[in-house]
């Protein structure tokens, strides 16, 4: 992992920037845009797990119930976003300004995600249980699914 200045802001940290670079890499967009679309599952909390797990820490089954429950209502509300963006950009190019802004606007909502998780990350948890187990679970993917994503993390590290 790449170091990174310190943050300017609360919303500019270094899952932030974790979540920048892993999601910049084609493969990794695609199965997470996959585990979001075919088992309901929430990016911003992948990209947690995949950071913890590249900085080599665990989570508890607490600190993941805890981001869960807390993050439900953000999230609701960028499905919402998400969902208006996927519609716009169907009737592209007409669309194209409202759908470029809709995607900002889901981008900003997922920092803001990502910022909360980030404040979590500094409590004092045990760490007891593998962040990919405990998404796996959470989820439902397969143990091939979840060594394909430790194969992302490691391929992303090395």
Not at 109 to 117: C, D, I, K, T
Not at 124 to 146: C, F
């Amino acid at each position: 992992m790449t170091k990174s200045a310190p943050p300017s802001s609360p919303l500019d940290n270094p899952l932030w920037q974790f979540s920048l670079e892993f999601y910049r890499r084609a493969e990794v967009q695609q199965f997470l845009l996959d585990c979001q679309d075919k088992k309901g599952a929430d990016v911003c909390l992948m990209l947690w797990a995949s950071y913890v797990t590249a900085c080599g820490r665990q989570l508890s089954e607490e600190s993941w119930r805890v981001a869960d429950r807390g993050l439900a209502p953000r999230r609701r509300m960028i499905a919402s976003v998400r969902h208006l963006r996927r519609w716009l950009g169907r009737m592209r190019p007409r669309t194209q300004r409202l759908y470029e802004a809709c995607k900002q606007y889901e981008l900003k909502l997922e920092q803001r995600q990502l910022a909360a998780l980030w404040k979590l990350q500094g409590e004092s948890w045990p760490e007891d249980r593998s962040a990919l187990a405990l998404a796996g679970q959470q989820y439902g993917l397969l143990q091939k699914e979840q060594a394909r994503w430790a194969d992302l993390i490691d391929s992303y590290r090395g």
